[in-house]
């Protein structure tokens, strides 16, 4: 059991498991009860502000700290960037700051985070979408002419050159039913 747990312990599509035949759909059906799906904090740049201001609460109470303001361009730093670590990571961040900052004014240095920042303020809508577009009739091609099929030598995830994990995310990211490319044998 515990070779179970630490083997997907890590973030995994377990349906696109089940349909490769790597876990037990029995499991899948006991863990599956109440999904949750969370976008990422990159999708959630909104949710940014109101997040900084429950960590910086949170971590000056502990450290015994009072801040009345958070410096402008932090924010603005903190809006572009993509967060691979996800909250997690603007956690760590804040609490850091909390640490290190002195006087009223909470300060990041901006080296602290990935030199991974967005290029441009916000993602354009026309081209975004259009990427969008193009991305989806791509997949739904190599699934068609996979017929449904994902992984595997003549799969939609080696017509396309992605791992199939990356493809199963994807999939869900774009809402695509693979159900509907699948032809009856």
């Known amino acids: 059991m515990t070779t179970l747990v630490r083997s997907f312990s890590i973030h995994r599509d377990l349906s696109a498991l089940v349909a490769e035949g790597k876990f037990r759909e029995d499991l899948l059906y006991r863990l599956n009860v109440v999904p949750i799906e969370m976008p990422p904090l990159r999708e959630r740049v909104a949710d940014i502000p109101l ?3 429950y960590f910086i609460d949170r ?3 502990r450290a015994g700290k009072k801040f ?3 410096d402008k361009t ?3 730093v903190f809006q572009a960037y993509v967060w691979p670590g996800n909250v ?3 956690q760590n961040v804040i609490e850091r700051a909390v640490i290190l900052s002195e006087g009223e004014t909470l300060v990041v240095d901006e080296a602290w985070l990935r030199q991974e920042l967005r290029a441009g303020p916000k993602r ?3 081209l975004n979408g259009t ?4 991305e989806k ?3 739904e091609a190599a699934l068609a002419a996979s017929h449904g099929r994902i992984s595997g030598p003549s799969g939609a995830a080696t017509k396309l050159g992605l791992p199939s994990r990356t493809l199963d995310s994807k999939l869900k990211r774009l809402k695509i039913n693979v159900y509907r490319f699948r032809t009856p044998r």
């Not at 990427?131 to 193009?134: D, G, I, P, R």
């Open 51 to 53: 997040l900084v201001e």
């Open 59 to 61: 971590f000056s109470k």
């Open 68 to 70: 009345r303001t958070i």
């Open 74 to 76: 932090c924010l603005k």
């Open 88 to 90: 997690r990571e603007l």
């Open 124 to 126: 354009s809508g026309t």
């Open 131 to 134: 990427l969008v577009k193009q």
């Open 137 to 139: 009739e791509m997949i």
